[in-house]
């Protein structure tokens, strides 16, 4: 109960600031265009004239004409409501000529207001990214704009048609207004009240779908990190909980839409109803029988007409704009308090560890970090104590098909591969022919067609996520960086390692000038101020940390320099455990214990030496490398 309480509060508070934040600018707006609001007054007059005449031609013409007995007089009166009629169409040719002279300085206030909003928050944040400039310069700058034209012509048509057809009623008798003004007025100021928590809550729907996507993104962008690191579960509950905030937006808007639509059910329909039942009493009170038609007319043609374009637009669309012109000129959304739980937590694919810092950009190619938040469990899991060697090959390929699909070929065709605990084997072959996906494999993220991938002497098919991620650590070419300290990011795979283990693999990946730059192990690293290679090393640096026996390296040194990638994998390799590179130089295979070469019709796999002598591929890719043309494998 007190948490749909506070709920509430906190939408009324919302809809509240939004609506003080926008009304000073919007009349600032309107003042500075007298002339324009003026012009489309005088034509709006001639709409109330218009909204007039008909009800009262259709009265005159019933007492006046047909029941007198008088059928020129009557049809004289008809033609009359029916000139008024076509006289509509000049009238709004000349209200929407003046309307642009209101849209179109409001199109172009907001565009600036957004393109000075982006600059300035780039200016804050250098090489940061703002997903929604795009959305609020195109999309949302649009709504906005037609929003404000139908608020615009609905307002105008209410004010000056409900005045013409008041006025037409009191001239017919005043008791008329008597029966037909408290149920619209009653109908009115219902759907007056639910305007500021309908907006509210509108707000609240389209930040729970903002957060729902920009969720989904980063999730799907890391998808392969997930799975290696078992951290799906923790993103599927996140996902469920911004899925269930969203439904809760859904339904909070449901019940002020039905409160908005009682409203319109008192005001646009009651009033008839009121006059069908007060027929007797009006008739004794000297109604005429013309008189009742033309209030029939004036509130079917009219006045009910009126209201309910005025509860539509005001409800849907002026909601909507006040959100969305919010949104533009208002303060920046701030960050989202609880960011989806168990995004990447691969070597190279890591959430945040502080939350006091900017979030970075969406994990996936291209993008420079991930920021979101993995459980503390989950972290412990991947950095225990390294796992007992068991007996038997660090990695062992059983007759491994894999397809990606029934009637593909065969990505891997019955590969045997064993490598030894503490090997250096490097894979090479074209690009397209498997070598990731043999990684993958070995990481647990797919499953084969047939066959059986082993590692430490086991079965990786049935292994949980937490086994998994103690016995290896999976380096993918996207090297993450999060929004936390230098230290941070180098001990995610292992927080509890001691200062001496950090500085070593620091002096052994040569990371100490860019550490010494960023201001030290306790400095705060913002992932947009390095370079994709500088992120790859600090990515390598936090492998060589981890406790895991087995690293795997996907194409993890490709923007490295030659020199830094061979000091890099050397550091590896001397690291206790098994390394399993797939090369991006052939000089990683050069460097290697062994290597296996895929090639799409057979797989060989030995020394340096061994490879030459038995793979046409392997020369040719050598001699390529050696003839200085540098072909990466």
Request: charged residues 20%; contains cysteine; hydrophobic residues 50%.
């Amino acid at each position: 109960m007190t948490g749909a309480v506070g709920s509430r509060a906190e939408e009324k508070d919302a809809g509240s600031g939004a609506l003080r934040r926008t009304v000073p600018p919007a009349r600032r707006f309107l003042a500075r265009r007298k002339g324009v609001l003026a012009r489309l007054a005088l034509w709006s007059v001639a709409e109330a004239g218009q909204a007039f005449v008909v009800g009262h031609g259709v009265a005159r013409a019933v007492d006046q004409g047909f029941l007198a007995g008088d059928t020129r007089r009557g049809l004289w009166w008809l033609a009359v409501a029916a000139v008024a009629v076509l006289l509509g169409a000049p009238v709004m040719r000349g209200v929407f000529a003046e309307l642009a002279g209101l849209t179109e300085p409001l199109r172009d206030g907001l565009v600036r207001r957004a393109v000075d909003r982006s600059l300035a928050g780039a200016l804050a944040r250098p090489g940061g990214t703002d997903r929604a400039a795009v959305s609020r310069l195109t999309n949302q700058v649009e709504i906005a704009r037609d929003s404000f034209a139908g608020l615009v012509l609905t307002l105008r048509s209410f004010v000056f048609t409900a005045a013409g057809a008041l006025l037409g009623l009191l001239s017919l008798h005043p008791d008329l207004l008597v029966v037909v003004l408290p149920p619209l007025l009653a109908g009115l100021a219902l759907f007056l009240a639910t305007l500021r928590p309908m907006a509210a809550a509108q707000r609240r729907a389209l930040a729970a779908d903002e957060a729902l996507g920009d969720h989904a993104t980063r999730a799907r962008a890391a998808l392969r990190d997930l799975t290696a690191c078992g951290t799906g579960p923790e993103t599927a509950r996140r996902g469920a909980e911004l899925v269930a905030d969203a439904a809760a937006s859904a339904r909070v808007l449901a019940r002020w839409a039905a409160v908005r639509t009682a409203a319109l059910g008192v005001a646009g329909h009651l009033p008839v109803l009121m006059l069908l039942v007060t027929v007797p009493w009006l008739r004794g009170r000297g109604v005429t029988a013309g008189a009742l038609l033309g209030a029939f007319t004036y509130l079917a043609q009219s006045l009910l007409p009126a209201v309910h374009t005025l509860m539509t637009a005001l409800g849907a669309a002026g909601s909507r704009l006040l959100v969305v012109v919010d949104r533009i000129t208002g303060p920046a959304p701030p960050a989202p308090a609880s960011p989806a739980a168990g995004l990447p937590a691969a070597a190279g694919a890591v959430p945040p560890a502080d939350r006091g810092t900017s979030a970075a950009p969406v994990a996936g190619r291209g993008s420079p970090s991930a920021a979101e938040d993995v459980p503390r469990s989950a972290r412990a899991a991947r950095s225990g104590p390294p796992t007992a060697r068991r007996p038997g090959p660090a990695v062992e390929f059983r007759a491994v098909t894999l397809s990606y699909g029934v009637r593909a070929e065969p990505v891997l065709d019955s590969l045997d591969l064993c490598v030894a605990p503490g090997e250096h084997i490097a894979v090479v072959g074209p690009s397209g022919i498997g070598k990731s996906t043999l990684t993958r494999l070995v990481a647990g993220m797919l499953a084969p067609s047939s066959g059986e991938v082993r590692v430490a002497g086991r079965p990786v098919a049935g292994r949980t996520a937490a086994e998994l991620g103690a016995l290896r650590a999976l380096v993918p070419q996207e090297a993450y960086v999060f929004a936390g300290t230098v230290g941070e990011n180098l001990t995610y795979l292992r927080p509890d390692a001691c200062r001496a283990d950090v500085d070593a693999a620091v002096r052994d990946l040569a990371l100490r000038p860019l550490v010494e730059r960023l201001g030290g192990l306790d400095a705060p690293l913002r992932p947009d101020e390095l370079s994709q290679g500088e992120r790859q090393l600090v990515a390598l640096a936090r492998a060589h940390l981890s406790a895991a026996p087995l690293l795997l390296l996907d194409e993890a040194t490709c923007h490295l320099d030659p020199a830094s990638e061979a000091r890099a994998e050397e550091a590896l390799a001397r690291r206790p455990g098994t390394l399993l590179v797939v090369a991006h130089r052939l000089s990683s295979a050069v460097r290697a214990d062994r290597v296996l070469v895929l090639d799409g019709v057979r797989t060989v796999c030995g020394t340096h030496q061994e490879v030459l002598a038995r793979s046409s591929l392997y020369r040719d890719l050598t001699g390529h490398w050696n003839g200085g043309r540098h072909r990466e494998p």
